[in-house]
């Protein structure tokens, strides 16, 4: 069973098996949404509310839905675009990164605001002039839309005849 819990008084989870990292316990006390005992000690504690585990599994969690972890990492790691006020400032700065590395097989950068252009119809050629000889790829900042300049289509293999995918444009 998977639910939310966020005590508002001190609480007793007791009755299971409750995973504290290399050890386990078999209660835990929740005061302030901060643990503050295990085991014996927190039964002893006193707790204005006890869940019974009846011999279930508890441990921490950070749930979301919908995270990108790794490309809000990736994203300090390329050209610095998340701020670009216009398309001729996203193609200054990956021009300028692309300069300073040309070791980078590919130029990758996140974050550009897919507003900037009505309809959100971003045009290779404009990363081209910027890069014409290695590929480049832009994350817009809402992580679904990409920017990329011909080569990366070119190696992605994707033409002109390239069908659409499903729920998708090209």
Do not use: K
Not at 79 to 100: K, T, Y
């Amino acid at each position: 069973m998977f639910r939310r819990i966020v005590p508002s008084v001190p609480t007793l989870f007791d009755n299971g098996t409750i995973w504290t990292g290399p050890e386990t316990s078999d209660a835990l006390l929740v005061a302030d949404g901060v643990v503050v005992a295990l085991g014996q000690q927190a039964r002893e504690a006193g707790a204005d509310e006890i869940v019974d585990l009846e011999g279930g599994f508890l441990m921490p969690s950070f749930g979301d839905g919908h995270a990108h972890p790794l490309y809000g990492g990736l994203e300090s790691a390329g050209p610095q675009i998340r701020g670009c006020a216009s398309v001729d400032e996203i193609v200054a700065e990956v021009a300028r990164f692309a300069a300073e590395h040309p070791e980078q097989e590919w130029i990758a950068g996140a974050s550009y605001d897919g507003s900037l252009v009505p309809g959100g119809l971003f045009d290779a050629r404009w990363l081209d002039a910027a890069v014409p000889d290695r590929p480049v790829v832009l994350r817009a900042w809402d992580y679904h839309t990409f920017w990329v300049n011909s080569v990366a289509l070119q190696r992605a293999g994707i033409t002109d005849d390239t069908p659409d995918p499903v729920l998708g444009e090209t």
